[in-house]
């Protein structure tokens, strides 16, 4: 083999992936067939589950450390959610995603795994021991065989092309624009902006007016600015260009004189397609991110779903690659992932009908927006809706294992006390192995884990919480409350991480 992994795609979900695979000790090639890394911003909202995965691999804080970076606020169908409902320590935020992609690289980088791009993918076959690739770079053409393939290569994958794999679904059905800013607001906005349908909400708002035009806009950092532009007089062919003269007619629409552009840095149309692959793997072929699943952008989920893909799949990968992983290990990427990106289709679907992204003005879409309004006043719709757009509600099947509240979902951003001081729970993930937290003192739960010592970390702590087995993307896979009986423990560690 020439590498463990090739890795097709260099956007955030292929970028992740490398640097899941790197952790994880497995040889990674990464190609993009750009020329170089694109400096579009494309997404920008950044959930609190990505950023606590981000958090969990050391990378949060010395990102954040690259600018400065407005907190999100979160919002379904543009009504506006309360982050004080979420269980979390750290708030969603809008970093744009070239912003993200040029900090992995560079991390990658620094390790001495490099992007090659300009390698365009002509060929490709694989069989039962590996996939064999042909790369065009310029004016000539290398082969590289790998054990695996992982396409994270978008919505017109390749890959996906030149393997025939289908990508059911919805095709677009209608457009609105999306672009990147600088506005000048002769009147000015709110002093505290919030997400809703008022007209005078200037500052981060959908606004529609009364032919059924919209507005919406989001900081990026500074005074720039993400602007979508929907409804009937942007719902044009996709490969329309944008012009200037359209974002200054659209703001006009919706906002008369309070709002002018003052620059344009780019913009594109977008589509409500909607699909997404029945099967993430073929073989030795896995497909994450967009060459997976599309959607409207609509909530920042698309780029934050592939990211938490690459999270899943790198440590399933590696495992298999260094052949501890147990039978049908990497079979539970599909099964975990595939109903997440489901769910997330739907709910997009949901919140632009509620949002008349066509806008079309029907009464009958008055009338349910009117009592999706008054459901979102119930604190358990709120907290529901809330905790699902964050991306901290994701639960994945634990097979025979006893019912634990914690079981199956994210690790809680615990402190932890240990012998050597006070410690968080997100910082034992960084070295993406298992983590076993062990509150009992029982010098049996320390053996029982103890031959897996080369995957799964053992830590003592004296902080009153359950026992707790975490796997590598921070998903708890055992839990006992006290007197924590162990004996679910070892199947567990034989399900997640193969035998001693």
């Not at 890959?159 to 289908?166: H, K, N, Q, S």
């Not at 806009?217 to 007089?233: K, M």
């Not at 589509?271 to 896995?286: E, H, M």
């Not at 992932?337 to 879409?365: E, I, K, N």
Request: proline share 8%; aromatic share 6%.
């Amino acid at each position: 083999m020439d590498t463990d992994v090739l890795v097709v795609g260099a956007g955030p979900t292929g970028l992740m992936l490398a640097h899941e695979l790197r952790l994880g000790g497995v040889s990674t090639v990464l190609v993009d067939r750009l020329p170089e890394r694109s400096e579009l911003s494309r997404a920008g909202g950044v959930t609190p589950r990505t950023m606590e995965l981000l958090d969990q691999r050391g990378l949060l804080e010395p990102l954040l450390a690259t600018g400065d970076y407005p907190m999100s606020l979160g919002h379904f169908a543009a009504r506006l959610l309360d982050p004080g409902d979420l269980d979390g320590r750290l708030p969603g935020r809008f970093i744009p995603q070239t912003v993200i992609e040029k900090f992995l690289a560079d991390r990658l980088a620094d390790h001495g795994l490099a992007v090659r791009w300009a390698h365009d993918l002509i060929a490709l076959s694989a069989d039962e021991d590996g996939v064999t690739a042909t790369l065009r770079h310029g004016t000539t053409t290398r082969t590289v065989r790998s054990a695996f393939l992982v396409a994270a290569d978008g919505a017109h994958s390749t890959v996906r092309t030149l393997l025939g794999i289908a990508f059911p679904g919805r095709p677009g059905t209608d457009t609105s624009v999306v672009a990147d800013v600088r506005l000048r607001y002769p009147r000015p906005p709110r002093s505290e902006p919030q997400l809703g349908p008022e007209p005078g909400d200037i500052g981060q708002s959908h606004t529609v007016a009364a032919d059924g035009n919209w507005a919406m806009q989001f900081p990026l950092g500074g005074d720039l600015r993400r602007l979508a532009l929907g409804g009937p007089a942007h719902s044009l062919p996709r490969q329309t260009p944008v012009t200037e003269e359209e974002i200054r007619a659209g703001l006009r629409t919706v906002y008369g004189e309070a709002v002018e552009l003052a620059e344009l840095r780019y913009a594109y149309r977008i589509t409500n397609a909607a699909r997404q692959v029945a099967d993430y793997r073929r073989g030795r072929v896995l497909l994450a991110g967009d060459a997976a699943h599309i959607h409207l952008p609509i909530g920042g989920q698309g780029m934050n779903t592939g990211i938490q893909d690459a999270v899943n799949l790198g440590w399933k990968l590696a495992a298999t690659v260094h052949n501890w992983a147990p039978r049908g290990l990497l079979d539970t990427y599909q099964s975990e992932r595939h109903p997440v990106a489901a769910r997330v289709l739907r709910t997009v679907q949901a919140q632009s009908l509620l949002m008349d992204w066509t806008g079309t003005g029907g009464p009958d879409l008055l009338a349910a927006r009117q009592l999706f309004d008054t459901l979102l006043q119930l604190p358990d719709t709120k907290r529901y809706l809330t905790t699902m757009m964050a991306g901290l509600d994701i639960h994945y099947p634990m097979p025979e294992q006893p019912d634990h509240p914690l079981l199956g979902r994210r690790a809680p951003d615990l402190d932890l006390a240990t012998g050597s001081g006070p410690v968080r729970l997100h910082e034992l993930l960084r070295t993406g192995r298992g983590l076993l937290i062990d509150p009992t003192g029982d010098p049996n739960l320390a053996a029982l884990t103890h031959p897996w010592k080369d995957r799964v970390d053992h830590l003592p702590t004296t902080t009153p919480t359950d026992a707790l087995l975490i796997r590598p993307d921070g998903h708890i896979c055992w839990a006992a409350p006290s007197p924590y009986p162990p004996q679910h423990l070892e199947p567990a560690l034989l399900h997640w991480f193969g035998r001693a």
